[in-house]
């Protein structure tokens, strides 16, 4: 079992949010509403973990017992928060898809909820764009990149199931440049935001997937 800095065993669970569960509901809320607005305001490396138990009136030695430091809390709110947008989008239209055309058109309107999301949600913008701060911010997000990957590559295998994505090469590169160019678009949206007038953002957001659209879906001109 793992120790907290206070030398104290730690809550059970191998991410933040996990052992975060065990805290009381009220409790636990407080302390993640508190450190989304700062690190969404702040970014990770401006944000304060003082603040932040201030803030949410916890103590270092209570905190210790569920996070192991500032970039473990920061893992937990990502969690939370890419977790409340799968919730709210659309994607098991794809998954449920039956044909090439029901793939892309479902991908397409997940898309299209997801820019509207992030361009009613403030907060949620925001804390998306501190993804890309550098170093530090990658490696506290490794794990939920990670599950992010994993959700590409089931998408990337059902979309060559219908022939809405090409066969002609190594799933797994297909995969990297999929994950790759998504992260890219992100990334860009995240610099620029600022920048763009809410119909632009949607607009490139639409036709970012149709840039992607056009890297991976197989020739249909070309005979199989």
Known sequence: MASSKTGKPMAEGKSALERLKTLAPERREKLLAAATADF?????????????????EMSKGQAYYYIHDKADLYCAVIDRALARLSGRLDFARVVEAGDRAGFWNALNAAFEQLGALLI????????????????????ALEVPLGR????????????????????????????????????????????????????????INVQGLAMLQAMVAPDVSRPA
């Open 40 to 56: 969404a305001e702040r970014g990770f490396s401006g944000a304060s973990l003082n603040a932040i138990l201030k803030a949410s």
């Open 120 to 139: 009613a949600e403030h907060e949620t913008a925001a804390l998306g764009r501190t993804i890309y701060e550098g170093q530090e911010t990658e490696r």
């Open 148 to 203: 992010l990957r994993t959700g590409a590559a089931i998408l990337v295998a059902h979309g060559q199931r219908l022939g809405a994505i090409r066969t002609d090469m190594p799933q797994g590169l297909i995969i990297d440049m999929v994950f790759a160019a998504a992260r890219a678009l992100d990334r860009w949206f995240a610099e620029n935001w600022d920048d763009l007038a809410p119909e632009e953002a949607q607009r």
